[in-house]
Structures are given as structure tokens and as C-alpha cells.
């Protein structure tokens, strides 16, 4: 067995196809093409290459929209601003811990008690509304980045046990990139 180390090649084929005799039968062919081929099968092809014709159209008109649609929605998303998204986060509880301590310093008359992220206020008498008032107050601009929310209100005659109660919520407000 002998290895060929180039494939070999017929120039003579080519040189035949590419001939001034061969394109002058393919025309020949083509010109004879509708008294030798049944004219059925010439309107059938005729038909299939109108409507290959049309699918091209149509996709190639299609395509252009997609891409004008596309490059439409790219501009309108590059000119949405980057809105930040405001997140709240529980208050580390020794630091609410710390906080209630010096309350109760401050206010004696009331009773205050806070667990992790709540602080609860109470006043056994109306006549310590100024007081009361005032220690909600001092929650309110309690800490750096706080954000108290107020959970439960009862002040006068409705309130079940106290006449004055409040109950405080305290988170950290964190504000994070709200990118796209």
C-alpha cells in the first residue's frame, strides 16, 4: 500500500466545466428548458421560488425591526437612573441595651425596657405626659442611622393596663446601590 502524501486533483474536470463549450450547453439547456420539461413542473417550481423568495423578504424585513426594537429598549435602559434601595436593618441589641440604660437615667419616672431591636415606654399616670413625650422623643434621634417606627400607641382611657404606653421598633436604615 502506497501513501499519497498530496491529494491528488483533476484539473481536467475543471478545466472541461469552465470550458466555452460547457457554458454554451447550460445555456442550450436552459433555453430548451420549457419545451422539454412539462409545463406543470416549470409553474410549480416557479410558485416554490416566489414564495422562497417572499420568506426571504418578509425575514429580512422582519430581522430589520427586531434590530431597531432592540437598539430602542438598549437606549431606554441607558438612560434609567440607578435608583438606591433603602434597607433596614435590626439594631445590634447591646447597643439598644446600652441606650435603654441611659433612658432610664434620664426619665426615672417612667418604665422603660428594651430587648433587642424594641423598646417599650410606660408611664403609670397621665400626668407624666411630658415626660413620656419627651422619652419618645429622645428615641426618635436615639442613634446614628436609626429608624424608629412607632409599633403600639395607647395614651388616655382605652389603653387596657397603663394610661400611657408606647412601643418603639428600631432598625438601621442602609441604603445599597439598587443597580440594574
Not at 466555452?20 to 413542473?41: G, S
Not at 435608583?83 to 445590634?92: A, E, G, Y
Request: charged content about 20%; some cysteine.
Amino acid at each position: 500500500m502506497k501513501l499519497q502524501s498530496k491529494p491528488s486533483f483533476d484539473w481536467g474536470a475543471i478545466n472541461r466545466l469552465m470550458s466555452p463549450q460547457a457554458m454554451e450547453d447550460l445555456n442550450v439547456f436552459l433555453e430548451h428548458l420549457p419545451q422539454n420539461a412539462n409545463k406543470t413542473l416549470l409553474i410549480v417550481a416557479a410558485v416554490i421560488w416566489s414564495a422562497a423568495g417572499a420568506l426571504g423578504l418578509f425575514t429580512a424585513v422582519k430581522i430589520q425591526e427586531h434590530t431597531a426594537r432592540a437598539m430602542d429598549l438598549e437606549q431606554a435602559q441607558a438612560l434609567l437612573p440607578v435608583v438606591p434601595k433603602l434597607q433596614d436593618q435590626p439594631v445590634n441589641a447591646k447597643e439598644v441595651a446600652t441606650f435603654v440604660d441611659e433612658l432610664k437615667q434620664t426619665y426615672k419616672g417612667l418604665d422603660i425596657k428594651g430587648n433587642s431591636a424594641n423598646i417599650v415606654i410606660i408611664a403609670k399616670g397621665t400626668g407624666q405626659f411630658g415626660e413620656f413625650r419627651e422619652a419618645i422623643g429622645h428615641v426618635q434621634n436615639g442613634g446614628a442611622g436609626w429608624r424608629v417606627n412607632l409599633d403600639k400607641l395607647c395614651v388616655g382611657r382605652e389603653c387596657p393596663q397603663y394610661p400611657l404606653a408606647a412601643a418603639l421598633k428600631i432598625n438601621r436604615v442602609t441604603v445599597s446601590n439598587g443597580g440594574a
